[in-house]
Structure formats: C-alpha cells, structure tokens
C-alpha cells in the first residue's frame, strides 16, 4: 500500500496542508494493515487521519463506515466526506433517514453498524469502520453498539477516534488477539492549541464581560439545565458586548431566515445581539443556524448545555463551566474526568488561536464570599464580621480542589457495557450457520469481567428457551450431530429492530372496530404506544389536567387533603391504555423477545389533533418553548411510524387525513435537515423547492413556501377551520374572536359578530357537532381560483374586493349540526402570502350564515 499512502499525502500537499507527525504514523499503520486507535487531544486532525483510512479502504476497491453517536454528527461528517469523496460515493443511514445507503461509505450511528454486524457479519463488506468519539464504548446504554462491530467483523480494519479514551491497553491486546491483525496505539500528539486553566470567583456576567474585553471570545458558556443555559443568553443581551459593526453583519448573514415559533423568537433577538443558545431541547435548523454563525466567526458568545463536547465542528477560544456537577437522569454528581475533558476541549480554534482558556465558576457561595472580601479588604474587623454564606444543605459540593483533580485527572479506563437481547439472538440466529457456537464466541471475546460473561450465556440460554417454548426458534439435530437451529416459517417477517413493537402494533390494529367514529385517532392511540415517551410533554400534559383537576375542585369545595389524593392519582392521557396492555400480555404469549420493550400508552398526536392545535398552539398551550426540538423529534416519528407501519388497507380517509397533516405540520416546522440531505442526494435538481443552502455557507435556509403545496396547506386550513367549529361548540365567543382579532379591519368577524351568528344558528338547531363525523374533509370546500371582483368578495364574505390580500383562497366548513341538516357555514379567507410568510395557514373567518339554497 506504499502507493496508496503517497498518493493520500500528496492529496493532502496539494491542498496546502502539512501534516502532524502523528498523522502520517496513524496513516502509515493503516496503510500497513493495523488497527489504528487514535488518542490524540481535540484539534490534532483526527478527521484528516479518518478520511486517510476511507481513502485506503476505497483505493483497495473496498466499502467504509464512518460511525458517530449523534445524528447531527453523521450528518456533518457526511457533507464533508461528500466534499472529499464525491456526493455519488457517499451516503448517510441514521436508522430514521437515509441517502444513497449503497455508496462506497456510509456515514451513520454506531448502532446501525452493530446491527448490520450482527445480522451479516463479515459478509458486510466493510474494509474499514471508523468509530468517532469511541469513548462512547463505556456509555451504560449504548456501549454495546461500540464493542459489537469489533466482536464480529473479524475481516474490517478498524480506526478508533477520542480524546479522551484512558488506559486502553486491554481493549488493544483483546482486539489483536481477536482479529490476529496488529493494533497500533497513537497517542503521543501534543495539543497543537495548549489549553490554559483558570478557576474563577468572579460573578458570571463580570467574568464574561471581562473574557469579551480581553479578547479571548468566542466563548462557549456550559450549563447543565437548559432553562439556565437561556437565562445567562437573556441576561448578557443588555450588556453591550458586540460592536454594532459585527451585529450588523449577523443581521445581513440571516437575511429572511424565518424564526416561526416561540422559542424562534426569542432566539431571534439573541443571535441579533451576537449571543447563541445551543442544546437539545432546540428545533435542528435553529441548533444548525447557531453553529454556522459560529462558524463564519459572527457570535461572541454562545450559551448552551454540553451539547458541543460531542464533537460538532464549532469554533470556540474559551470554555466558560458554570459548575462541576450535573444530573444524569438518576442523581445529581460531580462530572468525570472524562466529561470534563471532553467539554474543555471544544477551546482553542485550530489555525486561530495560540491558547484556548477554560474558565470555571465557582459556586455562587464562594463567588459572595469573595465579593465580601474584596469589599472589605482594607478593613480587616468588618470583614470577620461579616457572615460567610456556606455551600446549599443537601447539594453536591465541590469547589477549587475538585476543579484541580479534573484538571489533571486523566480519563477514567473504559468499561465494557455488553449486553443479551432477544433482539441480538434473533439475528444472531437469522445469521445461520452455528448459532450456538457464534452467540458463545460472542459473549467469550466481550470484554466483560468473568463474572459478567457468565451472567450473559445464563441470559442467552434463558432467552432461547423461551424463543424455542413460543415455536419462534426451531432446533433440528441430525444423525450425525449437527443441531441446526432456524427461525420458524414467517417469524423473519416479524422482526423488527428499528421499531421492535411495530408488528404489535399491526396485530392491535386488528382489534379495533372500522366503523367506529373513533377509529382513526384509535390507530393512532395505537401507534403511539409503540413510540419512545417525549417525558418532558406528558409531564407538562399531567401538569395541566392536575392545575385544571385543582381548580374544579376548588370550585366545588372539596377539602385540601382530599384535593391532593384526588389530583396525585392524575396521569397524562392514555387511550385505550386497558386494552392495549391486554393485548400486549397476549402478545407476548407469542412473540416472547418483546418483553424487552416496554408500551408506552399515550395522547400526544391525538391530543393535538383533538383540540385542533398546530405546532405553536402545543408548545403554548403546554408552556413547552424550551423543548421544541424534542416535541418535534417526537411527531416526526409518530409521522413516519402512522405512514409506514400502518398497512394501506387500515387507512380510511379520516387517517388519511390525519397522516397528511401531520406530515405537513412537521415539514412546515423544520425541514431543514431533511431538505439538505434530498439537495445532495440529487445535486442536478433546481432547488425549486427552497430546500436550503450547504454547510458553511452563511445561514440556514427557512422552511419551504406553504402555498407551494397545495395538498398541505389544504390540511392546514381545514384544520384552522375546525377549530373554529369547535370553539363555536363550546360557545367560546372571545377565543373565536381573538383567533382573528388582527383582521377585522378586512372582513374579520369580531365578538359581538360572532355571538350574534351563534344566537341565530342555535336558535335553529340544538348544539353544534365536534365529533369525528363534523371534522370529514367532506365539509370542506376551497375555491383556489377567486375572482377579484364584487362577485369574488361576495364569495369571501367580505364587503369590497379592496379587502381581500393580494394571493388569497375562499374556503367554507359546513356545520354538522345535531339535526345533521349541515345548513350553515363559516366562509372564511386564506392569504397565501401572510401564511409563506408565517410558515403556517393564516385564515380569518369573514361570516357565518346559513347556505345559500
């Protein structure tokens, strides 16, 4: 591979870079056959030394994968590699997405090479795997999904990247041992940005304001709580601390990038002032907008979580900690020396800086402390008088001797977290060959203790039987010996990884009665048992039903004690919670491995779908702003979950419906990802569709224009409309009202309009239906062709054409009244430029009246 190697190095001359020494050794073992593992600090070009190894892979006329643990990740590394490699050699597969998935290499998750490692083994074709950030190794959850690749593709070789990896002489001498293919350890590469530490006392925004002065910005603030990560960002907009020659050139980077939502806004006028938020709870395109501002050098100062200590390519000179502690979903601890490392290394921008800081807030109790003395530094009696404020009863602790341990702490040695599922065994089985014999050389070669490799085969041979008890596994032993051991006659069709639950799903559809009013919100009652809980949403939904469950109460003068009995016993919606979990314990009589999932009933999709609310109402109504991005993560699946898993003859039109809008509501909230991927799986398309620019350039494009689809925005007004129809039900004449407060000077209905028309229609009939029958698409009729005229403004129920927008539609919603006569309407308006503009349906109704005969 000598040729191989000059040819990579030359590549690299040609683009004026001068490789570290390190580097060329990585490239050269790689050349040579070895594993490589990486352990080079942040910003020593571990990136130049894995496109190293996908070149070599490629130039042996091999495949490669490129694993991160992150999907934002993946998907940078995949733009970059498609600058390298060509976008036709490159594809992307996330588990959710995928673009060109058969391309020479695929950049993806770790998980999606585990699985393919398991269920093909070295029939995989994978010359190289490149395993980014492979401290992820030691993660409780998904540390198996690292281990597993190295377990059984006996034939790829491997490079494995972090800065923060410890002690792996075991992992090296296991993983020579198992592949019979030398191991080459890098790890002598000097920082090339030397980090500077400092541990401060200094109050946060002083500290700030101070970096900013010195000039040592940008700067990466960490917090640990997402709200605090947006109040510091508040806080520091009053400060001053971007010039107005910077804001403005943020203000032209942006340009008519759309900020649609609540937290939108807010993040609006943030970044205006030079001040970035970053972390999960975000929408993608907001998260990605703050990284290529960052990028082009715009934002002083960025606010966040540890979100960045991922690896996401965002310049940064100083790293600002607000503490040493944090709560990892079970307690609340002092952070390893791993993590901390990790987050540190984000400072020092390769190419731009000669030392990158770390900066550490003391506890606020040491930050009052030390203002105490040096208010009374020139009078020692006061200042022994003065009370010295002590660390929070009850909280963990830390302060400068902790902050010194980490500094010079190396990272603690990787665990082995290897796992048995029924998942693992069925492929292993759908494998073929010697199960028996691949599944214990499976749980033998894991780096597990002794101990731990015991407990493994005992799980093994329980999850077996069971397969074998349900008739899912069959055993065949020969005369000679052999035992063969296949999947049952049809079982291959039921297993699925990515959504293991998903034929549950199919066989709970089978129970539910077609012709019911409820059927299509009860498929998707079914559905979203099935998907992971968004926790933050069914909190807030629980808040809310316990708030309006205490009111009532109170209103009926029930006691304090028995309130609260009352109230604790209060969930968040669950449909068809007993019959699902029926159905889910007969279920599992069948198909035993689904005992390792668990259903999840809930009301998210149908609770929006219900109450009429589109994506903005949700995150008002639940007081949801700082979780956008995890509400939205959570309807893009129920999205592709409704649509993909649900078999076309169990669609009726009501589902139809209801698939459409909520495809339409996810894609008019953030497409941004989505749009980018389709750009360059197809570069020779015209980008008619607006899907957005590349990386690297300036900003991220906004979501589509609206009135581009014309199917969608269809949903979308019928469900502006029905709102209407079920605010009208319940009488609510101000909320009608306030829907089109901001159009009454053009036609508008206001209250008094409003509560006028309620009166006549009622008058004639008993009440107003809002059930599933009153919401048929049936009721809908839209006129996407008005005339501008006096006949056109008639049709729109407004008094001159002078009123009607410049692009508009006229739209009507029979009423299904309790004599089913439908004999009166709402005739409504939708201004298609108000609603690109807005990215949503922007409808103001104009009248309601009975039908013209």
């Known amino acids: 591979m000598d040729a191989a190697y000059e040819a990579f190095f030359a590549w690299v001359a040609e683009r004026g870079i001068e490789p570290y020494e390190h580097q060329q050794e990585a490239v050269l073992e790689l050349a040579g056959g070895s594993h490589v593992i990486l352990a080079t600090p942040t910003g020593s070009g571990k990136s130049l030394v894995a496109v190293g190894a996908i070149f070599l892979a490629l130039w042996r006329g091999g495949r490669a994968a490129y694993t991160a643990p992150i999907k934002a990740l993946a998907s940078e590394k995949f733009f970059a590699l498609i600058d390298v490699f060509g976008p036709e050699r490159v594809g992307m597969v996330t ?19 585990a699985n393919q490692a398991l269920r093909d083994g070295d029939r995989a074709g994978l010359d190289t795997v490149v395993m980014d950030e492979f401290h992820y190794y030691g993660d409780p959850e998904r540390g198996w999904a690292w281990q597993m690749p190295l377990l059984l593709l006996r034939d790829s070789r491997f490079l494995l990247m972090s800065a923060t990896l410890g002690d792996v002489s075991g992992l090296r001498e296991r993983l020579a041992r198992r592949t019979e293919r030398e191991v080459a350890l890098v790890d002598d ?18 500290e700030v304001t101070e970096l900013v002065h010195a000039h040592r910005e940008p700067i990466y603030i960490v917090h640990f709580v997402q709200a605090q990560a947006v109040e510091t960002a508040q806080g520091l907009v009053g400060a001053g601390l971007v010039p107005r020659e910077r804001r403005d050139r943020i203000r032209e980077a942006l340009g008519d990038f759309r900020f649609t939502t609540g937290f939108g806004r807010t993040l609006s006028r943030l970044v205006r002032a030079g001040i970035g938020v970053h972390h999960a ?16 050098g715009l934002l002083a100062i960025i606010c966040g979580t540890d979100t960045l200590g991922v690896g996401i390519n965002v310049p940064i000179h100083t790293v600002l900690l607000t503490g040493l502690t944090k709560f990892d979903g079970t307690r609340q601890r002092h952070l390893t020396a791993r993590e901390f490392h990790q987050i540190a290394g984000r400072a020092g921008r390769a190419g731009f800086d000669t030392e990158g800081d770390v900066v550490v807030q003391a506890p606020e109790h040491e930050i009052e402390n030390a203002r105490l003395a040096r208010k009374y530094a020139g009078d020692p009696k006061r200042l022994r008088k003065a009370v010295r404020k002590k660390a929070p009863a009850g909280q963990v602790s830390w302060g400068e001797p902790s902050f010194e341990r980490l500094v010079h702490a190396e990272p603690e040695p990787l665990r082995s977290r290897m796992r048995i599922t029924h998942g693992i065994l069925l492929n292993a089985i759908a494998h073929g060959g010697d199960v028996f014999g691949r599944v214990r050389g499976l749980i033998r070669d894991s780096d597990e203790p002794r ?37 049952a006659e049809g079982v291959g069709e039921r297993i699925a990884l990515d959504q293991p639950l998903s034929p549950f799903a199919l066989a709970a559809i089978e129970l539910l009665d077609p012709e019911s009013e409820t059927y299509a919100l009860d498929v998707v009652s079914v559905i979203e048992a099935t998907l992971e ?14 708030g309006e469950a205490i009111a009532e109460l109170k209103a009926e003068g029930v006691e304090y004690d028995e309130r609260m009995e009352i109230v604790e016993a209060i969930e968040w919606p669950k449909p068809l919670a007993e ?11 069948d198909v035993p491995w689904a005992a390792d999932e668990r259903l999840r009933p809930k009301s998210v999709v149908r609770d929006m779908f219900e109450r009429a609310m589109d994506f903005r109402d949700m995150i008002s109504f639940y007081d949801l702003q700082r979780s956008e991005g995890v509400v939205l ?18 669609k009726d039109e009501a589902l139809r419906s209801i698939i459409e809008w909520l495809g339409v ?32 350039e300036v900003a991220v494009a906004g979501p589509p224009r609206l009135s581009d689809d014309v199917r969608g925005l269809t949903v979308l007004v019928r469900n502006e409309l029905f709102r209407r129809v079920q605010l009208a039900a319940f009488g609510r004449v101000d909320e009608l009202a306030a829907l089109d407060a901001d159009h009454v000077d053009v036609g508008a209905m206001d209250a008094e309009a409003w509560r006028a028309a309620l009166d006549r229609l009622l008058a004639e009939h008993e009440a107003i239906g809002f059930d599933a029958a009153a919401r048929a698409p049936r009721l809908v009729t839209i006129d996407r062709e008005p005339t501008r005229d006096a006949a056109g403004a008639a049709d729109a129920g407004v008094a001159s054409p002078d009123q009607l927008p410049v692009r508009w539609w006229t739209a009507r919603q029979r009423i299904d009244d309790a004599d089913h006569e439908q004999d009166w309407e709402f005739v409504a308006v939708v201004d298609l430029d108000a609603g690109d503009e807005a990215g949503e349906a922007v409808v103001w109704v104009t009248a309601l009246r009975e039908v013209a005969r």
């Open 281 to 296: 709870g975000m929408l993608p395109r907001y998260r990605r907008l703050v990284e290529q501002l960052a990028q082009q």
């Open 633 to 650: 993560r959570y309807l893009t699946d129920a999205y592709r979950a409704l649509a993909h898993t649900v078999p076309d003859e169990h």
């Open 579 to 589: 019959l699902l979990e029926a159905a889910f314990d007969r279920y599992l009589e």
């Open 533 to 546: 809980d968004p926790r933050v949403v069914l909190v807030a939904q629980q808040r809310k039903a316990r």
């Open 665 to 696: 509501l996810v894609r008019q909230v953030d497409s941004s990802l989505l749009d980018e991927w389709e750009a360059l799986a197809h570069p020779d398309e015209d980008d008619t569709a607006g899907r957005g620019v590349r990386p690297g």
């Open 451 to 487: 101990a731990e490799r015991f407990a493994l085969a005992r799980r093994a041979i329980q999850l077996y039987r069971t397969l074998r008890a349900a008739g899912v596994v069959e055993q065949h032993r020969f005369p000679d010996g052999r035992v063969v051991i296949r999947l």
């Open 95 to 113: 588990g959710d997405s995928a673009v060109n998935a058969e391309a020479d290499v695929i950049c993806c998750t770790a998980e999606i090479v």
């Open 189 to 206: 590469a000097e920082r090339p940005v030397p980090l500077h530490y400092e541990y401060s006392r200094t109050p946060l925004v002083e």
